[in-house]
């Protein structure tokens, strides 16, 4: 298969970044292709314009041209993987700009709907897994992006993983957690 990883986070240097090496890491180990799209690193704006509004009375819209780039980036992969943290029990209003703008009507959804077989969202998260549950957050986000998104887009086989305590400074908590996303990686697109 060949993955869009979509990676959102301002810093190159971050966990998020690494967490995305060691994914593709495994996604080469396993005989995927892969291109990373930095949503940062390429200046995206995630402001949706009146150029990128659905127009659902249009038979076909002729979008903005940095959204018609990232929908032809989009048709040349088989699949895509969405790389963030987690922040207000949500997507960084990078990514979720991102997703406003670029998985818009006659695309993604409306007469037309996207053609990936699978879609991994990959959630850093700063607190602990009792803390996501403690409040069904983790229920809430994975129906959000399984059922809300990637199934109204039409991808059925959605998958949302989260890689919890982000915030601990132990070295050998970042090895499990960048160990965890390398696995996703290599058995991308397995039921688990």
């Known amino acids: 298969m060949k993955v869009l990883t979509v990676v959102s986070h301002p810093r190159k240097d971050s966990l998020t970044f690494q967490a995305a090496g060691r994914f593709v890491q495994g996604l080469r180990d396993a005989g995927h292709e892969y291109e990373v799209l930095d949503l940062h690193g390429i200046g995206f704006d995630p402001v949706l314009q009146g150029a990128d509004e659905p127009d659902l009375s ?5 979008f903005s041209e940095q959204v018609e780039t990232e929908i032809k980036r989009m048709k040349e992969h088989d699949a895509l993987a969405l790389i963030f943290p987690v922040w207000w029990w949500h997507l960084p209003a990078m990514l979720k700009g991102y997703i406003d703008r670029v998985w818009n009507n006659g695309f993604a959804y409306g007469d037309d709907h996207l053609h990936h077989r699978h879609v991994l969202w990959m959630g850093l998260a ?3 897994q009792e803390q996501m ?7 809430a986000i994975t129906r959000l992006l399984n059922v809300g998104i990637a199934d109204y887009c039409g991808i059925s086989d959605s998958r949302v993983e989260f890689l919890y305590e982000t915030l601990d400074a132990k070295p050998e908590h970042y090895e499990r957690l960048l160990e965890q996303a390398y696995q996703l990686g290599l058995h991308y697109g397995q039921k688990p």
């Open 58 to 62: 249009a038979g076909k819209q002729i």
């Open 126 to 128: 700063g607190v602990t």
């Open 133 to 139: 549950q403690k409040r069904n957050y983790d229920e």
